[in-house]
Nanobody, 121 residues
Framework: QVQLVESGGGLVQAGGSLRLSCAASGRTFSNYVMAWFRQAPGKEREFVAAINWSASNTSYKDSVRGRFTISGAKATMSRQMNNLKPEEPAVYYC????????????????WGQGTQVTVSS
């Protein structure tokens, strides 16, 4: 079982930047994929970005590519979010799975508790 702890959420102005981090502990494997999902009030949880365990591959949702950067390797993952938009406040979740390329939350077995990101206009 993998335990995930997110940090770094908070309030930011539209156009501003925020950095989220996720630390993994417990039993981990080299084929793990770490990802960020987000869920806004009243909406479905959606994929945002992913990185493989060795940090050799990254994947992004189209609307965040170029603004968000996912980095890190093995047990630690970070995400830099730049130029945040007013429609992007949500609870951001860190997750771990084994299916590289999947953006389906059902393929991710372990989840953090989530960290709130609020964007003011």
């Amino acid at each position: 079982q993998v335990q995930l702890v997110e940090s770094g959420g908070g309030l930011v102005q539209a156009g501003g930047s925020l950095r989220l981090s996720c630390a993994a502990s417990g039993r981990t494997f080299s084929n793990y994929v770490m990802a960020w999902f987000r869920q806004a009030p009243g909406k479905e949880r959606e994929f945002v970005a992913a990185i493989n365990w060795s940090a050799s591959n990254t994947s992004y949702k189209d609307s965040v590519r170029g603004r968000f950067t996912i980095s890190g390797a093995k047990a630690t993952m970070s995400r830099q979010m730049n130029n945040l938009k007013p429609e992007e406040p949500a609870v951001y979740y860190c997750a771990v799975g084994t299916n590289w390329g999947s953006r389906n939350q059902l393929d991710f077995r372990s989840w953090g508790q989530g960290t709130q990101v609020t964007v003011s206009s």
